[in-house]
Every structure is written in structure tokens, then in C-alpha cells.
């Protein structure tokens, strides 16, 4: 791959000694470190925010909530109690959220790029496609829909 040679030339991490080695062992995240305790504590919380048990507590609160409507004459201090608590927790919720779909999508991605690495055939040029704009993304997909068609219809054919 002519752009391999030009990217592995300029990092000294890839000297040429180095070239036909497996790819390099990455190490998780110190407990210490910053990223670390995110990473962990969003993975946490996201995953115990999405539980039955998250659940139930969400809808107990609304219910315990619309009950006490009676009790505080529907009064806006009432409706605020929901409204800033559900925005508080939202607001939070989507930053922890995106952490997690955000590394989520990039381990996805390296797992395709070293799927297409290793199949003889396949078109190198698809590794790191998402960093393409949407007007090349479109093009992409027209060129494998128009595949995916052809292969379908000659499968038609064939039955």
C-alpha cells in the first residue's frame, strides 16, 4: 500500500525494522489517570443507567412526582422539581453517553480496518473511509449499492 509507506516512513514508532511487526500493544489507561477514571466511570454509569433497575427508579419518581400534584396544588414550584431535575440529569447523561459511543465507534472502526487489512482482495482504500466528507461517502455507497445489486440479481438468476 503506496500511502503505508508514506505514513510509516515519517514516524519513528514504524522505522523500517519495525514494519512487519504485528501492531503495537496498547496498554489500557492508568487508574490514575484522568482518561481512565472517565472512561470507567462513564461506562458505568451509562450501563447502570440503562439497567431495569434505572428503569423503575425513572418511573417511580415520575409517579411519585404526578401524585404529589394534589398535595402542592400543581404549583409551578412542583412542575419545576421535574423539569430542572430531568434537564439536570439529561444534560449530564449526554456527555456520558457520547464518551461511550465515541470510543465505542472508534474500536469498531479499528476492528473493520484490521478486517480489511487482512483480506487479500478487499480495497485498502475503505480503511478510515469515515473520515471522508458525505458528498465522498455518497459516491461510496452508490459504487457498492450498484454491487450489492448486481450480486443480488445474479443470485435471482441462478435460483
Known amino acids: 500500500m503506496k ?3 508514506d505514513f510509516l516512513g515519517k514516524d519513528e514508532m514504524f522505522s523500517s525494522d519495525c514494519r512487519d511487526q504485528s501492531p503495537p500493544f496498547v496498554k489500557p489507561c492508568k487508574p490514575d489517570s484522568i482518561d481512565g477514571f472517565f472512561d470507567r466511570f462513564a461506562k458505568a454509569v451509562t450501563r447502570f443507567a440503562g439497567s431495569p433497575i434505572m428503569f423503575s427508579v425513572a418511573v417511580l419518581a415520575v409517579l411519585v412526582w404526578a401524585l404529589s400534584g394534589p398535595y402542592f396544588n400543581y404549583s409551578e414550584t412542583w412542575q419545576l422539581i421535574i423539569n430542572t431535575g430531568t434537564t439536570i ?3 449530564l447523561m449526554v456527555f456520558l453517553i457520547q464518551q461511550n459511543q465515541n470510543k465505542d465507534s472508534k474500536a469498531i472502526h479499528i476492528k473493520l480496518d484490521e478486517l480489511i487489512i487482512s483480506l487479500t482482495d478487499a480495497n485498502e482504500r475503505l480503511i478510515d473511509v469515515e ?6 461517502l455518497k459516491k461510496l455507497e452508490a459504487y ?3 454491487i450489492a445489486l448486481k450480486a443480488r440479481r445474479r443470485l435471482d438468476g441462478d435460483a
Not at 473520515?131 to 465522498?136: H, R, S, T
Open 3 to 5: 500511502n503505508d509507506k
Open 144 to 146: 457498492y449499492s450498484a
Open 131 to 136: 473520515e471522508l466528507d458525505e458528498k465522498q
Open 89 to 91: 440529569i439529561t444534560f
